[in-house]
């Protein structure tokens, strides 16, 4: 296998398709040299098969807003790989959303998935359904229109959606009622994330960002540093960064900047709890804006428009919103403030020029198909008490996060130590989830 060759191949099938391309370069990049070394993986043409969807479900949503006009939405479902177990992965609404975007999100989670040492498989879908400025009802009517079509396609053991950018407990609260009317099935465990009293998991919530701050405890502990005492910078004020700056104060780092598509708020001293709990109201009211923060807490914040969090002076970066979030620049910025660490907690955070860059110059980096798979882990936790029809604890959970996080950061090392002794964390990644899903393919035959 050439990656050369592959790219080239899949530029003439999938033109302008960027952001999948970008996914499926790093990748091809890292396991080249592996797969070279396997020629039962080049005779089954593994990678070929690999790069392209299972299938993809693309759909009409009309719904009707709150002045009685008609609206309409694409809908899709891109089920990538389900070589390792059920496809596996979050819904995105976001006007942004394409095919592209969600075959490259699919793809990175065949290989999160495949890290997290649970059977699911990959999968990714969503909608161009913008959130912003809509109100509750709104969100209510497109999830129910969404579930519609949805519903067909999904099912504990075929295809469990969950969360992402844009879709909260909020969002899957709407679309797991609409699926049980549907259905007629209550105690599916069809999506995960789901509220506390209704099969949701304890702690799914938080998830994402406390298995963030665990990898990273374990990145820096195997170089002899601490999180605590940190000067961290977040972006984005969702989900995400909320459970990533409840860990990361918990463990005694200090969230200095959080941001969101209009500027930068920078708290000098440190994000306090009730800040955090704030964030949770700012997501509620879809507004989409970080200066929300600076106007609710005047004195200990400082609100930059049209800044991002990178050029803000910290230690360690968080990128925890969108996909390309830090670029080049971003990373000279950071490098040249102090900065000496990055880790991706949203999904292909950095451009892959600053990865490189990053990489070359000294910062340790960790890509975030490690750092954030504590989130979908959670949700195989989920599946797993559903299935079993019981719930477990705070702790319980937490245990096993922390077992499944280190189990992540253990195959990272396994894969991704160079002769100097350094841990190139993407080619740890890549390669620890690759050889598992090829591997599982390669043992159940051209399917
Ligand atoms: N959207 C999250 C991710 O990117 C979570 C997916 C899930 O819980 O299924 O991994």
Partial sequence: MKTNEIMAMLQAKHPGENEYLQAVQEVLESIEDVYNQHPEFEKARIVERMVEPDRIYTFRVTWVDDRGNVQTNLGYRVQFNSAIGPYKGGLRFHRAVTPSMLKFLGFE??????????????????????????????????????????????????????????????????????????????????????????????????????????????????????????????????????????????????????????????????????????????????????????????????????????????????????????????????????????????????QADAIHWIQDNGMLFAPGKAVNAGGVATSGLEMTQNAEHISWTADEVDERLHHIMSAIHEQCVKYGTLPEGKVDYVKGANIAGFMKVAQAMLEQGLV
Avoid at 190 to 196: A, P, S
């Fill in 109 to 350: 989670q065949t290989f999160k998935n495949a890290l997290t040492t649970l059977p699911m498989g990959g999968g990714k879908g969503g909608s161009d359904f913008d959130p912003v400025g809509k109100s509750d009802d709104e969100i209510m009517r497109f999830c129910q229109a969404f579930m519609l079509e949805l519903w067909r396609c999904i099912g504990p053991d075929e295809d469990v959606p969950a969360g992402d950018v844009g879709v909260g407990g909020r969002e899957i609260g709407f679309l797991d009622g609409m699926y049980r009317k549907l259905a007629r099935q209550y105690n599916t465990g069809v999506l995960t994330g789901k509220g506390m009293t209704w099969g949701g998991s304890i702690l799914r919530p938080e998830a994402t960002g406390y298995g963030a701050m665990y990898f990273a405890h374990l990145a820096l502990a195997r170089i002899g540093k601490d999180l605590a005492g940190q000067r961290i910078a977040l972006s984005g004020f969702g989900n995400v960064a909320w459970g990533a700056a409840k860990k990361a104060k918990q463990l005694g780092a200090k969230v200095v900047a959080i941001s969101g598509p209009d500027g930068v708020c920078e708290i000098p001293g440190g994000i306090t709890d009730e800040m955090i709990d704030y964030m949770l109201d700012m997501r509620a009211s879809n507004r989409n804006k970080v200066e929300d923060m600076y106007v609710k807490y005047p004195g200990a914040t400082k609100f930059t428009a049209g800044k991002k969090s990178w050029s803000v002076p910290v230690d360690i970066a968080f990128p925890s919103a969108f996909q390309n979030e830090l670029s080049l620049e971003d990373a000279r910025e950071l490098k040249k403030n102090g900065c000496w660490a990055v880790f991706e907690i949203s999904n292909m955070g950095c």
